[in-house]
Structure formats: structure tokens, C-alpha cells
């Protein structure tokens, strides 16, 4: 069974820093393609940043410059470090897997980690 993990989400200040971990579990994950969505209050879901398959990363102009991805093959973990963080990036944030399989693919996704930025 698929299963994605967030952790590390909480309430900071602005301008303050949170790293948002993911633990996948039952699929390969070296070979899946991880990313990371947002969702805020009254709006739909945003993807925020994610890897290529050929490992090189993309980010959301939104975060572009305040946001790094990064993940741990031997950890099975990928990872968000959230820096210079603003009231706008308070949403519930979502770890997201495609797994491939030799005749399919799939997405699957986590239960969220709330993000809260406020004074």
C-alpha cells in the first residue's frame, strides 16, 4: 500500500522558516516523481514545486527563490524548506507521488501538513 507521510508543518512568523518532510512507504521511491502542492483557505489546489523526471526541479513563481526542494532516496523522504515565509503561503500543504509500474502510473497523495504564517 502507497502511503505518504507529512510532518513539520506549524505556525511561524513572517519572514520565519519551516522544513516540511514527506516519508513515502510501499511504492519505489527513488523512481517516483515527488512534488509538493498547496492548498489555501477558499482556493484550489496550487502546485508549489516538484522534480523532473530526469531529477531537476521546478518551482511556482510564487515561492521561486524562498522555497527549496530536496529529497533522500536512502531516507525514502523528500523535503520542502520554506524560508522567508508570508502570510500568502498559509495553506495546507500536500506531498504528491507519481509511481510507475511496468504497465501503469499513478498519482497518490498525503493527508496534508497545515501552514500557518502570522503575526
Known amino acids: 500500500e502507497v502511503q505518504l507521510v507529512e510532518s513539520g508543518g ?10 516540511l518532510s514527506c516519508a513515502g512507504s510501499g511504492f519505489t521511491f527513488s523512481s517516483s516523481i515527488m512534488s509538493w502542492s498547496r492548498q489555501a483557505p477558499g ?9 523532473y523526471r530526469d531529477g531537476s526541479t521546478y518551482y511556482a513563481d510564487s515561492v521561486k527563490g524562498r522555497f527549496t526542494i530536496s529529497r533522500d532516496n536512502a531516507k525514502n ?11 500568502e503561503d498559509t495553506a495546507v500543504y500536500y506531498c504528491g507521488s507519481r509511481v510507475f509500474t511496468t ?3 499513478k498519482d497518490y497523495w498525503g493527508q496534508g501538513t497545515q501552514v500557518t504564517v502570522s503575526s
Open 10 to 19: 506549524g505556525l511561524v512568523r513572517p519572514g520565519g522558516s519551516l522544513r
Open 43 to 51: 482556493k484550489g489546489l496550487e502546485r508549489v514545486s516538484g522534480f
Open 77 to 87: 523522504t523528500v523535503y520542502l524548506q520554506m524560508n522567508s515565509l508570508k502570510p
Open 103 to 105: 504497465t501503469s502510473e
